[in-house]
Nanobody
Framework: QVQLLESGGGSVQAGGSLRLSCVPY???????????MAWFRQAPGQEREGVGV????????VYADSVNGRFTIFQDNANDTLYLQMNSLKSEDTAMYYC??????????????????WGHGTQVTVSS
């Protein structure tokens, strides 16, 4: 069973930075291969949206237009921890951030329905 644990959220002023972490438990022992891991976010009253994805095969990344150039996703080779480095934060980045993993790889990376493992989320609040 794969479990994801996020941390690193908090409150920050606009223009500041935060780094979120996602520790995947059980991935190495899982019978299912994880093809991609992604970060999603959801603000109150809004749909859950994809922030960016990390493909485990070639370690490539894709980002939503709203964060491209400001956010970076990378993975620690030693322990598979996934990170989301967020720079130049804006008030509109305020949301609950979730880590997700996909063992099927069928559809679009930004469709949250494609992911079968989820963390509980970590809150990011950016004040202007």
């Amino acid at each position: 069973q794969v479990q994801l644990l996020e941390s690193g959220g908090g409150s920050v002023q606009a223009g500041g930075s935060l780094r979120l972490s996602c520790v995947p438990y059980g991935i190495t022992s899982s019978i299912y291969h994880i093809y991609r891991m992604a970060w999603f976010r959801q603000a109150p009253g809004q749909e859950r949206e994809g922030v960016g994805v990390f493909y485990t095969g070639d370690r490539s990344t894709v980002y939503a237009d709203s964060v491209n150039g400001r956010f970076t996703i990378f993975q620690d080779n030693a322990n598979d921890t996934l990170y989301l480095q967020m720079n130049s934060l804006k008030s509109e980045d305020t949301a609950m951030y979730y880590c997700a993993a996909d063992s099927a790889y069928r559809g679009s990376w930004y469709d949250w329905n494609e992911y079968n493992y989820w963390g509980h989320g970590t809150q990011v609040t950016v004040s202007s």
